[in-house]
C-alpha cells in the first residue's frame, strides 16, 4: 500500500488529537505581533473538521477559480447557494461529478463524487438534495512505533436537502439542512480512545438577487448571492466525557456574476467570489481557566459564528487574510461551447493555496459536459495538481423543448 495514504491517516489523527501546541514555533515581537522565528507574520492556519465539505467538485466552477455563488443556476447550487435552484430555467435537472484527489502523487483510490438534483414545484418553489461521499483509499494502520495494527478504508459523506422560494421577482431565499458522517479510523486507538466514527447535523442559508441590466445596448444580466453553509454541532471522534469536539467547516460566502450578450450567439460572464470561514481563530497562550484546553476550542459553533469576526491575535490585517478570493471567466459560443479560465488565491498565513484554472464545457440537447484542470502556481501542493476533472449535467428542460413539451 501507498506509504503517502498512511501518512494521510497518521495526520488526519494528529489534527484531531494534537492540535493545541501546532503553533508553539510563534512569538510575540517588540511590537506586540505575533510572528514566525523568521519574522513573518505568524502562520495561523483555521483547522475544522471535514474540511471535504468545502470541496469544489463542479467541474464549471472549477475551471472558474472556484467561483460559483453568483452563476447562473444548475444542480451545483446545492453546493453554492441553493436560493439559486428555484431561478432555473429548466423544471428538472441532475448534476454528477468526479473529482480524483493526489493523483500528481501517485494515488488512484482517493476521490470526491457528488450527485445532486433540484425539482421545480412552481414558478415560486424548488427543492434540491444532494449527495457527496470522499473516499480516501485503502490505508495500512501502524502504532507510534510502526508496527502494522490493521487496515481500513476510510470514507466521510454529506446528505443534504434544501428547499428555496422566490420572494420577489429578483429576490430568492432557501434553507437547507444536512447529514455529516465521517469515518476516518473506526476502532483504532488513540492515546488509549477508541476511534468512533464522527456525526453532526448543519444548516445552510442564502440569498440571491438578480436583476437585467442593458449596457450599450446590450442585454446583461447581473446576479448576486450570499451564502452561509454548514452552521451545525461540533463533531467528535470518540465517546470520551472530555473528547475534544472539533468545529465544522462554517462558511460565509459572497459572490456575484455579470453575464453580456455580445450578440445573438455569444456571451460572456465575469465572475468572483469571497469566502471566509465563520470559526474562531487559534490563540495562544489562552486558557483562562486553566484545563489544558485554549478557549477557543471551548466556544459554542454559535459563539465562534460572531467571534471569527474579531478574534484574530494580529487583529483586524490578520482578518482580512482570513478572507479567500476567486475570479472567473466564461465564454460561451452558441450556449453550446464554453471555454473558462479563472484564479485562486488564499493568504500565505491561512493556507497559501494559489492557482490557475482552466476548462471546457460542451452542451447539446438534454446532455452537457464539463471539464476542468489546476495550475498551480506555488511550491504549496494542491491535491488538485495537474489533474483533470469532469461533471455530468442533465436538463431535463431542454428535452421537454426538444420533443415540442411546454
Not at 42 to 60: E, M
Not at 226 to 250: C, E, H, M, R, W
Not at 280 to 295: E, L, N, V
Amino acid at each position: 500500500m501507498k506509504g503517502l495514504q498512511l501518512t494521510i491517516a497518521c495526520f488526519t489523527l494528529v489534527g484531531l488529537f494534537f492540535t493545541n501546541d501546532l503553533n508553539a514555533q510563534c512569538f510575540k515581537d517588540t511590537k506586540g505581533n505575533w510572528v514566525n522565528p523568521d519574522g513573518s507574520d505568524c502562520t495561523n492556519t483555521i483547522l475544522t473538521a471535514v474540511p471535504f465539505l468545502r470541496i469544489v467538485s463542479d467541474a464549471r466552477s472549477g475551471a472558474m477559480g472556484d467561483v460559483g455563488i453568483g452563476l447562473s443556476p444548475d444542480a451545483n447550487a446545492m453546493h453554492f447557494n441553493q436560493s439559486k435552484l428555484v431561478m432555473a430555467e429548466s423544471p428538472l435537472g441532475i448534476s454528477a461529478t468526479y473529482t480524483p484527489w493526489l493523483r500528481s502523487l501517485g494515488l488512484n483510490d482517493v476521490y470526491l463524487a457528488y450527485l445532486t438534483g433540484y425539482y421545480k414545484l412552481d414558478d415560486n418553489q424548488a427543492i434540491g438534495a444532494g449527495l457527496r461521499y470522499f473516499s480516501l483509499g485503502n490505508i495500512n494502520f501502524t502504532d507510534e512505533n510502526g508496527n502494522a495494527i490493521g487496515t481500513g478504508n476510510p470514507n466521510e459523506f454529506e446528505a443534504t436537502v434544501a428547499y428555496s422560494r422566490r420572494l420577489s421577482d429578483k429576490f430568492t431565499a432557501a434553507v437547507g439542512a444536512k447529514f455529516i458522517y465521517s469515518n476516518l479510523a473506526s476502532g483504532q486507538q488513540v492515546d488509549g480512545q477508541v476511534i468512533e466514527a464522527g456525526k453532526a447535523g448543519a444548516a445552510d442559508f442564502s440569498f440571491t438577487y438578480n436583476t437585467d441590466l442593458e449596457t450599450n445596448g446590450r442585454k446583461s444580466d447581473l446576479t448576486i448571492g450570499l451564502a452561509v453553509s454548514n452552521i451545525g454541532s461540533k463533531i467528535t471522534y470518540t465517546n470520551a466525557a472530555n473528547g475534544q469536539k472539533d468545529f465544522l467547516p462554517t462558511n460565509l460566502g459572497i459572490g456575484g456574476a455579470w453575464s453580456i450578450n455580445l450578440d445573438s450567439y455569444n456571451s460572456l460572464t465575469i465572475a468572483t467570489d469571497f469566502n471566509k470561514l465563520l470559526v474562531p481563530t487559534r490563540c495562544f497562550d489562552c486558557d483562562a481557566d486553566g484545563d489544558g484546553i485554549a478557549d477557543w476550542r471551548q466556544e459554542s459553533p454559535i459563539s465562534g459564528i460572531f467571534s471569527s469576526f474579531s478574534d484574530a491575535p494580529n487583529g483586524f490585517d490578520e482578518e482580512l487574510k482570513e478572507i479567500n478570493y476567486s475570479v472567473g471567466l466564461e465564454y460561451w459560443y452558441d450556449k453550446q461551447f464554453a471555454v473558462r479560465a479563472g484564479y485562486f488565491s488564499e493568504s500565505r498565513t491561512k493556507g497559501d493555496r494559489h492557482f490557475f484554472t482552466v476548462g471546457l464545457g460542451l452542451k447539446y440537447n438534454i446532455f452537457g459536459l464539463n471539464f476542468s484542470y489546476l495550475v498551480p502556481t506555488t511550491n504549496q501542493r494542491n491535491p488538485l495538481d495537474n489533474t483533470l476533472r469532469f461533471s455530468l449535467l442533465f436538463d431535463f428542460g431542454a428535452f421537454g423543448a426538444a420533443e415540442g413539451v411546454n
